[in-house]
């Protein structure tokens, strides 16, 4: 599967939605989750799904460092790319891509930019409707999992020093993509690890650290303003 950021503007957004792949995307979190998700150790699937819902309903904006890498049988491993994402709810979301390309993806839920310095060129689409959420649509659906999947426990193996639950998620409705698979650390339920499958098993796993939940963010992260001598492809064709 070809990296997000070889994606055309049309098919980039797609890929940061649930509609079509959920993307992106997110945690290992540096911050003490709230109380409710400080209780006894749950032991069963229901018992976890409870506690997540609990940890997230709250959550209004993330900052993390992730490192993002896709596999497919035909191709093998692709190359590791590295940044930093912010998001905001609702539907605000920053991804500064810096190895082995710097990049830009943002968007303030009405209008999309993909900036590359590079090239200095930026797509833009405007008129998002309601297809631009992405990973705040994730954070929304972590506090509502039992309404939008079918959640299996895998696993609740010890991961170098950390303890984590696995839980593998089939959408309940047609999806773009076929299962997702998610890491989070048992104790205070912080997501480390995102894996998506899609119809043809290809995966695209997302991995977070120095992750913070509700940290400031300023709202003007969420726009763009092209440098000048950029080259401004709009996807209306205007």
Same mark, same amino acid.
């Given at each position: ?117 590079? #090239?200095?060129? +930026?797509? *833009?689409? $405007?008129?998002?409707?309601?297809? /631009?959420? =992405?990973?705040?649509? &994730?954070?929304?659906? %972590? ?17 170098? #020093?950390?303890? +984590?639950? *696995?839980? $593998?998620?089939?959408?309940?409705? /047609?999806? =773009?993509?076929?299962? &997702?698979?998610?890491? %989070? ?17 290809? #995966? ?35």
């Amino acid at each position: 599967m070809e990296a997000l950021l070889a994606l055309s503007p049309s098919r980039l957004l797609r890929a940061f939605t649930l509609s079509g792949l959920l993307a992106l995307p997110l945690a290992g979190l540096l911050v003490s989750a709230p109380a409710m998700a400080q209780a006894a150790e749950p032991t069963t699937v229901k018992e976890i799904v409870a506690q997540v819902e609990a940890t997230y309903k709250s959550v209004q904006s993330l900052k993390a460092d992730f490192v993002q890498v896709s596999r497919s049988a035909a191709m093998g491993e692709g190359e590791k790319q590295r940044g930093r994402i912010q998001l905001m709810r609702p539907r605000l979301m920053r991804w500064d891509f810096t190895q082995p390309e710097v990049r830009l993806f943002v968007t303030d839920g009405r209008t999309m930019w993909v900036y590359s310095p590079s #090239e200095k060129q +930026v797509f *833009v689409t $405007e008129d998002l409707g309601t297809d /631009a959420g =992405g990973v705040d649509q &994730l954070l929304s659906t %972590l506090e509502n999992l039992e309404e939008f999947f079918e959640v299996k426990l895998i696993d609740s193996p010890t991961v170098g #020093e950390r303890r +984590v639950h *696995v839980l $593998e998620l089939t959408p309940r409705k /047609a999806s =773009g993509f076929k299962r &997702l698979r998610i890491e %989070l650390t048992r104790g205070k339920y912080e997501l480390e690890r995102l894996v998506i499958v899609d119809a043809f098993d290809n #995966e695209t796993e997302m991995s977070f650290s120095n992750l913070k939940l509700n940290a400031p963010i300023a709202s003007t992260e969420f726009t763009f303003q092209a440098p000048e001598g950029t080259q401004v492809v709009r996807a209306d064709g205007m």
